[in-house]
């Protein structure tokens, strides 16, 4: 039959009607909930697996291989009326029928036959289980479907297993949530991120502005619609039982079918409702139930009340697939973590069935150390900190060594596996030197860097005066092997001082420091001709209040620090002249001296160089080079917003001055945080003619990759440097996969690095804007529905740029 669009073949009045009966049948069929939802408990089956000389019981079993040894019952109530047949199939394909023999039936009610001994036959792909009444006829009934129709029974045992794993998934995040409520609800808002980002679960950041006793309630509720697509696709275009999908989309999204239940196992319930109904007969119907394993007992889950009057009902249960993955998916982020640090968390990504299911076993951290050493230390999953927890601190095997490697190992069902790595450090307090060395200046805050050591293990920094008295020191890590403090000295005295660095889990040590008094220095002052702002240069400029020069006043503006010196800008004041005086300003070259005025009063008096003019400059045009991210949604980024890893071409020319090619253009971050000198010898800028400077700025070679927002250049001639001109904003992008939408309902857009994205809007003029809450770790993020073909961003690093997502949706 011809494929054929719903809207084409239903007019409005019809899929109207159409709209309301299905709403019927769904409330006549399940009030309170749609049909997709799983919450109904069902039997239990206890199944153990034997492999080699092991065994374990079915929660711990990831997948089964062929000669694995089962051992299955039923785990019915010992007053159940019923009789039920139990009965275990293996498949090899969907256009291979399997051969009677590869089915085993088990007798629930009587003891001697209650329980299936088999072994997994060589060639099989698939197991699937079932529950089937016994009216004579179930047992030929169930071997004579599927081996009539083995692919549809293959499709779905792949399906129900892995909503099956949803499930749990669900349930560790539902558990999750309600034991952190329980035992301290101060810190649901902090705890269910993690949670959320661990299990793949979606996360309503709304529910944490809500008050406190609110917050658990909101996280789990509509549960089902919490658990995000696996990568499990859809493949009828007709809706549950012939209707069309649009419709069923809109029920699913009313209050009465369900409002969202449908989300996650919409796709399961209308494709195994399809599946099983061309098995329907007078006497049976085919339910699907979810696993979820614990120990040897796999509960399962039913959408539909069994019927025990004709038709009556099979259960269908999945069991692991046979072959399959020999270790967790997973990677290890690269953030640095300290070893000996009491509550350190190993991060890692992509890895929901560590947390939410038993199939890891056994886990270690696998150390090395510089020196050869070697320790193992038990590690366990902790879905509410994210990542993998130390049960002890190896510090009494290895010491303060250095780390080569630490790798996790462990078993995933039945087999061993190893990987990934970790980023971990180690390593004791007294490894640290001050650079460039020990003196520091009071009367201010004062930077001093620290290298040599392992910047993730330093718990705190103290400062020790000539007293004793111990300040506490604020300080950021800079690399692994470098922090920076800043000293609190703007009240302290000069004397002998320490720096007490005190790392996790090890003794504090003490690197002395000298505290001087820095003399007021004036060192000279340098002004352009042709502009009304100079250069002071000395020390202890913060006491300087003016500056006169040839009748002209000048009074003091920014004050910074570089190369060991205080610069502070001083400019000229409005002056006014009588009728008759000379208002020209000094020609270059002329020898003149100035004359400061100190905040105590005194005087003193200062060299002053008048320089050439700057070289005057304008930006001519430019070009920023992002190459796309194979696999991502594109983005489209605003004139002038450079990527991290991508690249920006850019012209000036110079208004005053003939360039060559000693010239250079120097880059600086507005906010310090990088700087680059771009020159011809290098091949990062050329001259074209006598007067334009074509320069490439690659930012993250050139600036590191801790440099981001808004970034400048200035022409620099024959020594002399002129203004700064802003080029570009550097951002860090994030990596988007997909929009996935529900109809005109709120959209989930699935990517990484979405903690770098400030605010997401459905137009360019940000109307109907949601903010993106701060920290935001989650690989999903609900947004809304796009208005066009594409979503639009503002990222952290550049507030004011409008980032285009193009994401194909209407």
């Not at 319930?269 to 085919?286: E, H």
Request: glycine content about 10%; charged content about 20%; overall charge neutral.
């Amino acid at each position: 039959m011809a494929s054929f669009e719903p809207a084409v073949l239903y007019p409005p009045a019809m899929r109207a009607f159409l709209l309301f009966l299905l709403a019927a049948l769904v409330l006549h069929a399940a009030p309170a909930r749609a049909q997709g939802t799983f919450d109904l408990p069902g039997p239990a089956l206890t199944i153990t697996v034997a492999r080699g000389d092991a065994a374990l019981p079915i929660a711990q079993v990831p997948a089964l291989a062929a000669g694995d040894r089962l051992s299955v019952a039923a785990d019915l109530p010992a007053d159940q009326s019923a009789r039920y047949l139990l009965v275990v199939a293996f498949l090899r394909g969907a256009t291979n029928p399997p051969p009677k023999t590869w089915f085993a039936v088990a007798e629930t009610w009587k003891p001697k036959k209650a329980r299936l001994t088999i072994v997994v036959p060589a060639g099989a792909e698939q197991a699937i289980a079932f529950l089937a009444p016994d009216t004579g006829g179930g047992r030929s009934a169930v071997i004579d479907a599927v081996r009539g129709k083995p692919g549809a029974f293959v499709r779905a045992a792949q399906d129900l297993y892995q909503a099956s794993l949803d499930r749990a998934r669900l349930e560790a995040f539902v558990a999750g949530v309600a034991r952190v409520e329980e035992a301290t609800p101060e810190r649901l808002a902090a705890v269910s991120p993690k949670l959320a980002g661990a299990l793949a679960i979606r996360l309503n950041a709304e529910c944490l502005a809500r008050p406190r006793a609110l917050q658990a309630a909101c996280l789990t509720q509509n549960r089902d619609g919490l658990v995000l697509q696996t990568g499990r696709t859809s493949t009828l275009a007709d809706a549950l039982t012939g209707t069309p999908t649009e419709v069923a989309y809109s029920i699913a999204a009313t209050r009465e079918g369900g409002a969202g239940y449908y989300s996650p196992y919409i796709g399961l319930a209308r494709d195994v409702a399809r599946l099983f109904g061309a098995f329907r007969t007078a006497n049976y119907q085919y339910i699907p139930a979810l696993g979820v394993g614990a120990g040897d007992r796999l509960t399962l889950q039913l959408n539909t009340a069994p019927s025990f009057q004709n038709p009556k009902s099979v259960l269908v249960v999945p069991l692991p697939p046979i072959g399959g993955e020999r270790g967790p998916a997973m990677r290890a982020k690269a953030d640095l973590a300290c070893l000996t640090r009491p509550d350190i968390v190993l991060p890692v990504e992509d890895a929901p069935l560590l947390f939410a299911t038993d199939y890891a076993r056994d886990l270690r951290l696998h150390v090395v150390t510089a020196d050869g050493r070697t320790v193992d230390v038990p590690v366990t999953a902790d879905a509410e900190r994210g990542g993998l927890i130390l049960a002890g601190s190896p510090a009494a095997a290895i010491g303060t060594a250095a780390i080569r490697e630490a790798v996790l190992t462990g078993a995933w069902g039945f087999d061993r596996f190893t990987g990934p790595a970790f980023a971990v450090q180690n390593g004791a307090a007294g490894a640290w030197t001050a650079r460039p060395d020990t003196t520091v200046i009071v009367g201010r805050d004062h930077p001093l860097t620290l290298t040599g050591g392992a910047s993730s293990c330093v718990d705190r920094l103290g400062l020790r005066d000539a007293v004793g008295g111990v300040k506490p020191v604020a300080f950021k890590v800079a690399g692994s092997d470098e922090i920076v403090a800043t000293l609190p000295l703007a009240k302290a005295r000069a004397g002998d001082m320490a720096l007490v660095v005190t790392p996790f889990g090890g003794a504090p040590a003490t690197l002395p420091l000298v505290a001087r008094t820095e003399a007021s220095r004036l060192d000279g002052f340098t002004l352009h001709t042709g502009e009304t702002a100079g250069e002071l240069t000395g020390a202890r400029l913060d006491q300087v209040t003016e500056l006169t020069v040839a009748g002209l006043t000048f009074l003091p503006g920014a004050l910074t620090r570089r190369d060991d010196a205080d610069r502070l800008t001083m400019t000229m004041t409005a002056r006014e002249t009588k009728p008759g005086e000379a208002t020209a300003a000094p020609e270059p070259g002329a020898d003149l001296t100035g004359r400061v005025r100190l905040r105590d009063g005194r005087g003193a008096a200062v060299a002053v160089t008048i320089a050439p003019p700057r070289p005057k400059v304008a930006l001519v045009s430019r070009n920023v080079d992002a190459p796309a991210a194979p696999g991502r949604l594109a983005l489209t980024l605003p004139q002038g917003v450079v990527p991290m890893g991508g690249r920006i071409v850019f012209s000036l020319r110079a208004a005053n001055a003939r360039l060559d090619a000693a010239d250079r253009v120097e880059i600086a971050a507005v906010d310090g945080s990088g700087a680059a000198t771009l020159t011809v010898a290098a091949g990062t800028l050329q001259i074209v003619g006598d007067d334009i400077a074509v320069a490439t700025l690659a930012p993250k070679d050139a600036l590191g990759a801790g440099a981001t927002g808004a970034v400048q250049a200035r022409l620099v001639i024959d020594g002399v440097a002129g203004e700064w001109l802003p080029i570009a904003q550097v951002v860090r992008l994030p990596e988007l996969d997909a929009l996935s939408c529900v109809r005109r309902a709120t959209c989930t857009l699935s990517g990484q690095k979405m903690f770098l994205i400030a605010a997401v809007a459905p137009a360019a003029d940000f109307a109907h804007a949601k903010a993106v809450p701060a920290g935001f770790v989650d690989d999903r993020l609900e947004v809304p529905h796009p208005a066009g073909d594409a979503l639009f961003l503002k990222l952290h690093d550049a507030p004011d740029a409008v980032i285009r997502v193009a994401t194909g949706k209407r």
